[in-house]
């Protein structure tokens, strides 16, 4: 019992002793991975919901809507090729994002305005 | 500290491990290309990639009795819910996926029964009633372990998680309706379901796994932010949960130590066979070779429909192109 642990989210799995899948050779090519961006309803964004495996694009919708909207969580979807996307690192003190971490001035609570001034 | 590792600074790995650390403590989330020490990727990849595989072959025990539900309602709910499971095990095996292991790398590793999956799914369902017990019991103790998991530090984890719980909630409740429909129905049926719920009690407290004494995991989980509460902590969260929907619904669990605990303010209750459950875990369960073959069988029976699709790409791209 010494090397098991109940993390696994649906029951109890072991943690050790499992591989993690490095140096395993798929038998067959994979689908290209897709990523899937979900309206929830007009008048918002597309929001990032996962991802997916599909040989196409159509196929990509298609098991967008069932693995992802199963209960009207969308009104519109789309599916992007997840090599076509660009991104930065993820991490905030990636210098990218430097340059807006000093203008406290392009925030409104920047400025003192009297408690008197209405609507402001 | 060395003069000359204060000339040079800190190894540029310790400096990384420093600012994972800080991310860890602020209760902020790790997401996918930051940085994170090989054990968190790892322990995350077997967690994460082993739940997946626990959704999918939980669609099998409960799949069983899609074409013989005693209803159009009750068929049209079971369907609904396999669909959910296969649903979770593409959220999950997606979230795995951005540690950089591919679908397909697990899931040979789930044939090849390199990685496991949640014991309680080598259970057999024996009866109709066991679809009731499984919404219940089974995916209640899913429910106290995923609802935790919700703000575990990785991100695509925790993402995941919110969306599998509140598909859960639609699962424990149709298997409760489900048992007390049929408690209002013949005696034969009442004992349908007690035998049915005598069978699960067990198996679904294993769910949460070993005693904390005999998880050395738990810590580091912990630490992690991984995992929040340890295996004694929903243990017992479950039990406490659960005592009264049983005595609502009308059962009782073949626990003879359960009861309530007026110190404590909790259920004090007996301890699983953790001998069956460590051999259901080494795959000797009374349904792990059945389960296995079925996957691998299904996994066989696609590959048709896999290369076809592959064609079918291929050739709208050489006619588009």
Redesign the interface.
Known sequence: MSNLSAEGGHGAVPLQGVPTGEGVTPPEPEWPLWEVFVRGKRGLNHVHVGSLHAADDRMALLHARDVYTRRNEGVSIWVVRADAITASSPDEKDPMFAPSGDKVYRHPTFYDIPDNVPHM | MTLTETARGPAPDAELER?FEATIARNDRI?????MPEGYR??L???I???AH??II?MQPEGNWITRAPSLRRKAILL?KV??EA??G??LY??A??LG??????T??LLAG????????NYPTLSYADVGTIGWLVDG??IC??VP?CRTSYG?YG???I??C??ESFHQRQGYELLATMMRGTDEQRAMVQESVDRFWWPAL?????PDA?????AQ?MAWG??RNT?DE?RQKFVDMSVPQAEALGVTFPDPELRWNEERGHHDFGQPD?EE??EG?KGNGPCNAQRMAHRRRAHEDG?WV??A??A??AK??KATA
């Not at chain 2, 997401?31 to 940085?35: L, Q, S, V």
């Not at chain 2, 292991?101 to 697990?106: F, P, Q, T, Y």
């Open positions: 600012h997401e996918p290309r930051d940085w790892k322990t990849v077997r967690q990639a082993q739940h626990s959704e939980g609904a669909q959910d649903g979770h593409l959220y997606s979230a996926e951005t292991v591919s679908r397909l790398e697990l040979e590793l390199r990685q496991k999956y949640s014991s309680i799914f103790a899913a372990n995923q998991l695509p993402r995941a998680m969306r599998v509140k598909e294993m769910m949460f796994g070993p005999d998880s050395p995991n738990t989980s991984i995992k295996n929903l953790w459950f460590m875990v590959a896999r290369e699709a592959t079918y790409a709208q791209r």
